[in-house]
């Protein structure tokens, strides 16, 4: 079956190019030839009446191509599917490819309508889902910072004890709950003797031990909620072996909702985990792939490296294939490969349009 492009399903292609304050939409049709263009200001009734317009010159056939459908672009991609109007996400144009065009926001609009243009219908990328899904974005995006937080005050905790005589040995001490715990109730140095740069010292290793330990607090929290969210919606993933609910929140957040991956493969390769071929010569062999959402491809990793130490059939299948010379890394890729496949088939079968509320998740722990 001869494959459906845009040009052939959709009169009408609107563009849209968004920042912060104001978005930039024009409309072209299937022949790529400009129709209209519009400024639209971030405000909920601007958007409406660009909307207004775009559905009045179209006869509603039309297709809305917009950046960044999950930051910028989220407002306006929610009002468009609360009006049931069709809409895709497009990627931002390289710089290589601007050519002699420049970079303005009309010329990025029009990029953006006339790229898909040519694209099959069923390749188009689909926003992610609102919902559950959007609370599994705040979630991991908090998870991520407090964690990059984390270790940046452990390492500048660890630079403060090498560089100052802290504690009695005056080596770097090992960093495990109980030794932030103390060294957070610290009291402040009242004798003479000590020098103005180790009492600054003391003070700093408090105040970063102090935020150690509290980011360490909320990452738990973190985590407890995530785990309510997926027992909820998801449990099947918490049954197989090596998930967990961050791993499982990070997968379920990547695929979105069904339609997003339109087959196994194609969820493979948005993991990144497609194996691409690097042969040369009399040498015939494949390599990982560093394309994909690599925030999935991660978790995937931290699942396989789970199965490999505790799971019994990866055990026997890494042994194998080590005996047979494939080395550790060729082996997590195909173990990744096979994994990103087969849990494809456990989230086509979930519904993840549910209502958080319907489902009475206690998000305070």
């Not at 409406?48 to 930051?71: H, P, R």
């Not at 060294?183 to 740069?197: C, G, V």
């Not at 948005?270 to 040369?280: C, D, I, M, N, W």
Request: charged share 25%.
């Amino acid at each position: 079956m001869p494959e459906i492009i845009v040009s052939q399903k959709y009169k009408y292609v609107a563009g849209v190019d968004t920042h912060a304050k104001t978005h930039h939409l024009t409309l072209v049709n299937n022949m790529g030839a400009l129709v209209g263009k519009r400024e639209i200001k971030v405000i909920s009734h601007h958007m409406e009446k660009a909307i207004d317009w775009v559905t009045e010159k179209t006869q509603g056939n039309v297709l809305f191509a917009v950046e960044g459908t999950s930051s910028y672009g989220e407002t306006l991609t929610v009002a468009l599917q609360n009006r049931n109007i069709d809409v895709c996400e497009v990627k931002p144009p390289r710089n290589r490819t601007r050519g002699q065009a420049g970079k303005t926001d009309e010329v990025d609009s029009l990029r953006a309508a006339q790229h898909v243009l040519s694209m099959p219908t069923d390749k188009l990328i689909n926003p992610k889902n609102q919902g559950v899904i959007k609370v599994l974005r705040i979630l991991l995006t908090a998870r991520r910072g407090m964690t990059s937080q984390s270790v940046m005050d452990k390492n500048a905790l660890y630079a403060l004890f090498r560089t100052n005589s802290l504690t009695p040995d005056g080596r770097t001490p090992d960093l495990t709950p109980p030794t932030l715990r103390a060294i957070a109730d610290w009291s402040a140095e009242t004798d003479e003797k000590i020098s103005i740069e180790k009492a600054v010292a003391r003070m700093e290793a408090k105040r970063l031990a102090q935020h150690i330990l509290f980011h360490q607090t909320m990452l738990k929290h973190n985590e407890k909620k995530l785990y309510k969210i997926i027992k909820a919606i998801a449990p099947c993933l918490l049954e197989l072996p090596g998930f967990g609910a961050i791993t499982s929140a990070q997968i379920l957040y990547s695929y979105s909702h069904k339609g997003r991956c339109h087959s196994a493969y194609s969820f493979a390769c948005l993991a990144g985990t497609t194996p691409l071929e690097a042969s040369s010569g009399q040498y015939t062999r494949h390599r990982l792939s560093k394309f994909g959402d690599r925030a999935l491809n991660a978790a995937l990793s931290a699942i396989i490296l789970t199965r490999m130490r505790c799971h019994a059939p990866t055990k026997e299948y890494t042994e194998k294939r080590t005996t047979g010379g494939k080395n550790k890394r060729e082996i997590k890729r195909t173990l990744k490969n096979y994994l990103a496949r087969s849990i494809f088939r456990h989230l086509e079968k979930l519904d993840l349009t549910v209502n958080i509320c319907s489902n009475k998740i206690a998000l305070v722990c």
